[in-house]
């Protein structure tokens, strides 16, 4: 059962324009209430270990719970809903603080309180 917080490998698709794309690790930011119900379609965030410094991105380093191979960053900016057949693989969890960072960013975003 998926977790908030999971790294999931995710066919993300064609990308147009500046989008992410393609196969990427990606962070489940779905509510777990939500995730408890099986939705068949969840909210994540791709992560990238391209570095760009934006305030939009977390920064997330690699660990035994996460399983990230290098430095990485989610991309808060290019959240999205997803079909759950487009997760590929589970990898790890970024864990509670990582995630509150995260939805934080996310509710920075879009303008609500965390």
Wanted: proline share 4%.
């Amino acid at each position: 059962m998926l977790q908030s917080g999971d790294i999931v490998d995710i066919d993300l698709g064609v990308p147009e324009g500046r989008e992410a794309g393609f196969r990427h690790p990606a962070v489940v930011v779905t509510a777990q209430r939500i995730l408890d119900a099986e939705p068949s379609v969840l909210q994540v965030v791709p992560v990238t270990t391209t570095l760009r410094g934006f305030h939009s991105e977390v920064e997330i380093e690699p660990d035994e719970t996460n399983l990230l191979e290098a430095v990485s960053a989610a991309q808060c900016q290019h959240i999205r809903s997803v079909a759950r057949q487009r997760i590929l693989a589970g990898r790890g969890n970024v864990g509670v603080v990582a995630l509150s960072q995260i939805r934080d960013v996310i509710a920075t975003i879009l303008d609500v309180d965390s």
